[in-house]
């Protein structure tokens, strides 16, 4: 099977930062593409961004302040998090869509981290 853990999360003041990271780990034949989603209390879960091997993607509120990476060689995707506002407080979640051993890399799915908390004080 396959597991992603985040880490990196804590409390920080605005205009602080924080560096997210998630590895996976398991019977992993590729990783085609990784991702942070957040979600506050009382909101929708909302993509923060991805990166595929040619591409990265941002939310707008984020755009110009946090800039996704990824290590294929560990396996794991970093979110560079700066000049962060109380408005980025949520729960984090990371996401991958992977292709494992087991199906021969047949078959691709997405997996979830459980979540790595954020919290921005004014």
């Known amino acids: 099977q396959v597991q992603l853990v985040e880490s990196g999360g804590g409390l920080v003041q605005a205009g602080g930062s924080l560096r997210l990271s998630c590895a996976a780990s398991?019977?992993?034949?590729?990783?085609?593409?990784m991702g942070w989603y957040r979600q506050a209390p009382g909101k929708q879960r909302e993509l923060v961004a991805r990166?595929?091997?040619?591409?990265?993607n941002y939310a707008d509120s984020v755009k110009g302040r946090f800039t996704i990476s990824r290590d294929n060689g560990k396996n794991t995707v970093y979110l560079q998090m700066n000049s962060l506002k109380p408005e980025d407080t949520a729960l984090y979640y990371c996401?991958?869509?992977?292709?494992?051993?087991?199906?021969?890399?047949?078959?691709?799915?997405?997996?979830w981290g459980q979540g790595t908390q954020v919290t921005v004080s004014s």
């Open positions: 996401n991958a869509r992977i292709r494992t051993t087991e199906t021969m890399g047949l078959i691709e799915r997405a997996y």
């Open positions: 990166i595929t091997s040619g591409t990265t």
């Open positions: 398991g019977s992993i034949f590729s990783i085609n593409a």
